[in-house]
């Protein structure tokens, strides 16, 4: 008989998972406060309504699920045979029946938890790739689901905040975005500093930076994001010691 609790004896890895779920619950929280007409509203990513985005996080969690397996496995099983056919799935499940929609994030929500639950201890250092051609432990497919879930309750945009996301998944999020841009050499002259001791780093030496964007973890991880700013939360920037009328656009992210 299969085991009803995570075979992971890792003690980051299972406190990942606890997090993960969290988001996982908190996504749904959040979609179940939307009535059906709701999902045709415009969400926080351009170009993309309500229903976009929970059809890219139903599909998403499948697509993880499917990495898991492979670790599991040890049989090639990619999370999308390309990214055209990644983006013709999320277009897809933007045209489904408001109900199938939440059946899609239910049920694909489950099916990943059943897997990550169900893969033994000796399985979790074993290599996938992901869909940026990565390779990394499938360890890691707890981390690539945490940010999407909680990343994208806030781009329903029906009161989901930055603020509401963990501090460690705020922390590790602006060190994420900030490793993908000095991957793409952007970050050259530029520095982020959040305040609080307690909040997380700051990322460059501002003395040495002619931009610095100041302010709160949450705020600046929003702004990192790519997702603005929003009231009670500011942001300052600074150039070469003046302070700037707006804070300036971020890199790109991904």
Known sequence: MVARHDLVTDAETRAGL???RRGTAFFARKLNELAYADMDEPSLLPGWSRRHVIAHVGYNARAVARLVEWAATGIETPMYPSPEARNEEIEFGATLPPTALLNLYDHSAIHLSVEWRDLPDARWGEEVRTAQGRTVPVSETVWMRTREVWLHAVDLDNGARFADIPTEVLRRLIGHIWGAWQKRAETAGLAVRVLGAEDG?????????ET???GPLAAVARWAAGRG???GQPLTATRDGALLAEVPMPPRWI
């Open 18 to 20: 606890l997090t993960a």
């Open 201 to 209: 780093p700051t990322l460059r030496d501002p003395d040495a930076a």
């Open 212 to 214: 610095v964007v100041t």
């Open 229 to 231: 700013t929003e009231p």
